[in-house]
Each structure stands twice: as structure tokens, then as C-alpha cells.
């Protein structure tokens, strides 16, 4: 009886040691970083060169400080000045990442997806397109925030998106024809709003309407569906 208890144990251990090791494992924050600078490399060829330069910029100021302004602490402020370097490092390395990640899928259709994934408070979005012509690849997203109704163009100029969004407005005004409909048309031709600046163009939108507005109009939104 013992040794079957023991021999219970011994498999349950070896079954949990198998079970954690069998997982994925997520990657290195090293490994992370590196994957973002590739990225950005990619897009940004000089990206080593702004990273260098900050750096260099950084410890320059603190050995600057500690052998005139502190005198006797060369040393420490070197080493602060490295460590704030780094910071500043992540920082550029987060904010030319992102414009990277976005300038290499903005030509694809469907990439204002990319953008509105990113808008959450305060905003509630369509999942799905709530329009769309399949022969020019156009779409238009729609989502409801205290600027009233938005609708967020994604496709070629012309007559066939000009269409959609005429529609969609109509369909729009007819359940909630008090509130203010936005129109945003994202690209990078003259007029439009790049992919990489769409999110925040969309969050600076003047507000219009109050919250309980709000909630009355996307119970509305969600009753046309997409």
C-alpha cells in the first residue's frame, strides 16, 4: 500500500514537473526588444544612430554635471546619466517601433483596424466593419464617444466609398439623427490621416455629446449591427 502511494506521488510529481516544462515559455524581455528593434530597423535604417546618439548625449550631460557643476561626483553622475540614456533609449525605441509596426502594414487592406484596436476608453467600436465593397477593398468602421459618431473611411477615393458612406449615414441619422456623424478618411493621400496618427487624431476629437447620451446612442449602434 506504501509503495503504491509512493510510486502515486512520484508520477504526479513527475507529471507537474512535465506540465510546466511542456508550456510555452514566453519569451526573454531581451529577446522582446530585440524583436522591436528589427522591426524598427526595417523601417528606420538609422534607428542605431538616434539610439547611440541619445545615449552618448545623456552620459555627456552627466560627466558634464559631475566635473563642473557637482564637483567630486564625475563618476556617479556618469553612471546616472547612462541609466536616464537607457531610458531614453526604450522610450525612442517604443515610439519608432510602433510608427514602424504601423507604416508596414498601412498599404493592406483593413489596417484602420490596427488603430482603432488601440482607442479604448471612452470609445466603443464595431469589431467588424460596418460597411464594405469587396471590388475596391474599401471599408468603413464605425464607433460612438462623447464626439458623437464616428465613421473611419479605409480603402481608395471614389465614387463606390462615397456610396458606402452615404448609406451609412443614412442608416446612421435614422436611429439616432440628433447626434453629430464624423467622418475620418484614413490614408496617405491629401486629406487623409495616417495610420500611425489615427488613434490619436480620434481621442482629440472635441466632445459633443454627454454620457448619458453616449450610452442611449450605443445601444442604438448596436441594434443595427454590423
Known amino acids: 500500500m506504501a509503495k503504491t502511494r509512493s510510486t502515486s506521488s512520484s508520477s504526479q510529481r513527475r507529471d507537474k514537473r512535465s506540465g510546466s516544462s511542456g508550456g510555452e515559455k514566453k519569451p526573454r524581455w531581451y529577446k ?8 524598427t530597423h526595417e523601417v528606420f535604417p538609422l534607428i542605431w544612430l538616434w539610439l547611440a546618439g541619445a545615449m552618448v548625449l545623456f552620459i555627456a550631460i552627466g560627466l558634464g554635471l559631475g566635473l563642473f557643476a557637482w564637483k567630486g561626483h564625475a563618476v556617479y553622475m556618469t553612471v546616472l546619466g547612462l541609466m536616464v540614456g537607457l531610458v531614453a533609449d526604450m522610450f525612442l525605441l517604443m515610439n519608432r517601433g510602433e510608427k514602424a509596426a504601423y507604416r508596414r502594414i498601412e498599404d493592406q487592406p483593413g489596417a484602420a483596424t ?9 470609445w466603443s467600436f464595431e469589431s467588424e466593419p460596418v460597411a464594405a465593397d469587396q471590388r475596391t477593398r474599401s471599408f468603413i468602421f464605425r464607433g460612438v464617444g462623447r464626439p458623437g459618431i464616428v ?6 477615393e471614389g465614387a463606390r466609398l462615397n456610396k458606402l458612406i452615404t448609406d451609412e449615414r443614412r442608416k446612421v441619422s435614422r436611429v439616432a439623427p440628433e447626434i453629430p456623424i464624423t467622418v475620418l478618411h484614413c490614408g496617405k493621400g491629401e486629406g487623409q490621416i495616417k495610420l500611425e496618427k489615427l488613434s490619436r487624431h480620434i481621442k482629440h476629437l472635441p466632445r459633443k455629446i454627454s454620457k448619458a447620451e453616449l450610452g442611449v446612442v450605443e445601444n ?3 441594434s443595427l449591427g454590423a
Open 220 to 222: 442604438r449602434m448596436k
Open 114 to 122: 490596427a488603430a482603432i484596436g488601440q482607442i479604448r476608453r471612452g
Open 151 to 156: 465613421l473611419v473611411t479605409d480603402g481608395p
Open 32 to 39: 522582446q526588444i530585440w524583436d522591436v528593434y528589427k522591426v
